[in-house]
C-alpha cells in the first residue's frame, strides 16, 4: 500500500468519528422524552388548576347553562306548546340540579421567601389529605350509594403553578409560592358542613406553614368572604 492510500484510509476514518461524534452532540441537545411527559392536570370542568400566581381574578368554574328563550307566537298556547313547555321545565330542573359552583382558594407565601415544602407535606398529611389522584392531595370524605360506600374527594390541595403537582419531587427541600385549592358544590343542596370543613382544613394548613388565605379574587380572605361562602 503506497502512502497515498494510507493517507485516504487516515483521512476517512477521521471523517468518520467527526461524523459520529456530531450526531451524538445532536442528540443531547434534544429534550429527554420523560421530560415532556408532565402530567396533564385539570379540574372537574377540564380547566387547567388556577395558579397561585398568573390568574387575577381566579376562574369561576360553574357550570351553569343559560336556558335559551323561548320563540314568541302570535296565536295562543296550545296543547303541543304545552307539552314541549313541560319537557322544558323538567329539563332545567335536571339541569339545575346537576349544576356546580367551584370554589377556589388560595394559601400563599406572606414573602417572597415562598412556602416550606416540607411542611406543607405534614401538614397535609396531619390535616387528614391523601396524595393520590393527579399526583395532587385530596380530602377524602365517605358517601352512600345504592348500599354501598366508597370515598370522593371533597376538594382538592395543588400546587400553585404548573405543572401543579405536589410530588416528593415537587415539596422536598423546596419553597412553592403558595397553593391551590379547589372544591365544588352542587347548586341544589346545604353544602354548609362541606364548607365548613373545608375551611377549617385550610385555615389550619395556612397556621401550620405560615402561608395566608386568598380568596377567588386572590385577595386576603375577609370573615365576610367566609359568610358568603357558607351561605353557598
Known amino acids: 500500500m503506497n502512502i497515498t492510500s ?17 450526531s451524538r452532540i445532536s442528540q443531547s441537545k434534544f429534550p429527554k422524552i420523560e421530560d415532556s411527559l408532565l402530567p396533564d392536570i385539570k379540574d372537574d ?13 381566579a376562574r369561576d368554574g360553574s357550570t ?10 302570535d296565536s295562543g298556547p296550545t296543547e303541543s306548546d304545552s307539552n314541549s313547555k313541560s319537557v322544558e321545565d323538567k329539563n332545567t330542573d335536571t339541569e339545575a340540579n346537576n ?11 406572606k414573602d417572597g421567601n415562598g412556602l416550606d415544602g416540607n411542611s406543607i407535606k405534614q401538614s397535609l398529611i396531619n390535616n387528614g389529605l ?6 395532587i392531595y385530596h380530602f377524602l370524605i365517605e358517601t352512600s350509594i345504592n348500599k354501598q360506600t366508597e370515598q370522593n374527594s371533597l376538594f382538592r390541595i395543588a400546587n400553585g403553578m404548573e405543572p401543579w ?28 358542613k362541606s364548607l365548613s370543613i373545608l375551611l377549617k382544613t385550610v385555615e389550619k394548613i395556612a397556621s401550620d406553614i405560615n402561608g395566608e388565605i386568598k380568596n377567588q379574587q386572590q385577595q386576603i380572605l375577609t370573615e365576610k368572604d367566609k359568610v358568603q361562602l357558607l351561605s353557598q
Do not use: C, W
Not at 6 to 19: D, E, R
Not at 64 to 73: A, F, Q
Not at 173 to 182: E, M, Q, R, T, Y
Open 6 to 22: 494510507i493517507l485516504i484510509t487516515i483521512v476517512g476514518i477521521i471523517f468518520i468519528i467527526a461524523l459520529y461524534l456530531m
Open 165 to 192: 403537582t405536589l410530588t416528593d419531587r415537587d415539596l422536598i427541600d423546596k419553597k412553592l409560592p403558595g397553593l391551590s385549592i379547589v372544591m365544588f358544590v352542587p347548586a341544589q343542596s346545604d353544602n354548609k
Open 99 to 109: 349544576q356546580q359552583t367551584q370554589i377556589v382558594l388560595f394559601i400563599s407565601a
Open 130 to 135: 391523601v396524595f393520590g389522584d393527579k399526583e
Open 45 to 57: 370542568n377540564g380547566e387547567k388548576f388556577t395558579s397561585v400566581l398568573d390568574d387575577i381574578p
Open 64 to 73: 351553569t347553562t343559560p336556558r335559551p328563550p323561548h320563540p314568541k307566537k
